[in-house]
């Protein structure tokens, strides 16, 4: 089961912190992919942490520095711990797991699925 699951939503005041929770069961791959977004009501959804089995991270512009994306492999469980939240943080948020797969023949590792959870409400009041 590749299926993320979200959790640790919440609503908190301007400034407040909250930990989201991205539990997936991973198989054996030659590379994947954990990443956060979010969407909310009216907008498209947009990209906002990833972190790769390589251990990279990266960040839209919007959070740098007020969001952390971590990992625990003994839990398969990925975290975004957000910080100095911001009324316009307010959205729903998805955890999608990109799995990689090494190609039988010429051995070379391939993007392959993605998955989506089902999200977690994240609402910040001013």
């Known amino acids: 089961q590749v299926q993320p699951v979200e959790s640790g939503g919440g609503s908190v005041q301007a400034g407040g912190s909250l930990r989201l929770s991205c539990a997936a069961s991973?198989?054996?791959?030659?590379?994947?992919?954990m990443s956060w977004y979010r969407q909310a009501p009216g907008k498209e959804r947009e990209f906002v942490s990833g972190?790769?089995?390589?251990?990279?991270?990266s960040y839209a512009d919007s959070v740098k520095g007020r969001f952390t994306i971590s990992q625990d492999n003994a839990k398969n469980t990925l975290y975004l711990q957000m910080n100095s939240l911001q009324p316009e943080d307010t959205a729903m948020y998805y955890c999608?797991?990109?799995?990689?797969?090494?190609?039988?023949?010429?051995?070379?590792?391939?993007?392959?699925?993605?998955?989506w959870g089902q999200g977690t409400q994240v609402t910040v009041s001013s």
């Open positions: 991973i198989g054996t791959y030659c590379h994947y992919d």
């Open positions: 999608k797991t990109q799995i990689y797969r090494r190609d039988s023949h010429t051995h070379i590792c391939l993007r392959s699925m993605d998955y």
């Open positions: 972190m790769n089995s390589d251990g990279r991270t």
